[in-house]
T-cell receptor, first 111, second 116 residues
Framework: SQQGEEDPQALSIQEGENATMNCSYK?????LQWYRQNSGRGLVHLIL?????REKHSGRLRVTLDTSKKSSSLLITASRAADTASYFC???????????FGQGTRLTINP | GAVVSQHPSWVICKSGTSVKIECRSL??????MFWYRQFPKQSLMLMAT?????????EQGVEKDKFLINHASLTLSTLTVTSAHPEDSSFYIC????????????FGPGTRLLVL
């Protein structure tokens, strides 16, 4: 399967703490994208990181990409209750015209 | 604001009927649209990829006669679930992308289908 794997599957932390989610994939990519999904809703695009980039920031979000290890991480700093959601990484594989999703991490921020 | 819309947002139908879901790209022309389905507490599974004016490419295990996809224009794709059965109940999400693969892929808000 080309589907990426995410780790952990579930994460529960206190408000204000940082949350780190990891994603691994199997084949060479054009880019990797992170999405957030609130329960029963559509996906919200967070960050796209290209294969030649190593780190990207957007507000409280920081994404890293290590193509040698075929892995990426999403860090949410100073978490808030509103960050409670499922987070998915999706890889755009070279030669494939489609985005393949990981299993996702269910993040719960406790007030 | 939203760049991809879906309609309807939810639908309940009787077993054996057909249901059509529309996906529209707003303010941009989508060269490619994708249809995913998602079961509760699971990830998104790609069903098919459609390019404007050509036949959709279905993923392995997805019945093309069951899930009819039409991508008649650069802003509209439709998914028709034919002769729906309770096991087709799911959350269906479309997405769209530009020709420029460096741009993100945007998703619609999803359509929840319940087949009774």
């Amino acid at each position: 399967s080309q589907q990426g794997e995410e780790d952990p599957q579930a994460l529960s932390i206190q408000e204000g703490e940082n949350a780190t989610m990891n994603c691994s994939y199997k084949t060479s990519i054009n880019n990797l994208q992170w999405y957030r999904q609130n329960s029963g809703r559509g996906l919200v695009h967070l960050i796209l990181i290209r294969s030649n980039e190593r780190e990207k920031h957007s507000g409280r979000l920081r994404v890293t990409l290590d193509t040698s290890k075929k892995s990426s991480s999403l860090l949410i700093t100073a978490s808030r209750a509103a960050d409670t959601a499922s987070y998915f990484c999706a890889t755009d594989f070279q030669g494939a015209q489609k985005l393949v999703f990981g299993q996702g991490t269910r993040l719960t921020i406790n007030p | 604001g939203a760049v991809v819309s879906q309609h309807p947002s939810w639908v309940i139908c009787k077993s054996g009927t057909s249901v059509k879901i529309e996906c529209r790209s707003l303010d941009f022309q989508a060269t490619t649209m994708f249809w995913y389905r998602q079961f509760p507490k699971q990830s998104l599974m790609l069903m098919a990829t459609s390019n404007e004016g050509s036949k959709a490419t279905y993923e392995q295990g997805v019945e093309k006669d069951k899930f009819l996809i039409n991508h008649a224009s650069l802003t509209l794709s439709t998914l028709t679930v034919t002769s729906a059965h309770p096991e087709d109940s799911s959350f269906y999400i479309c997405s769209a992308r530009w020709l420029d693969l460096r741009m993100p892929q945007y998703f619609g808000p999803g359509t929840r289908l319940l087949v009774l």
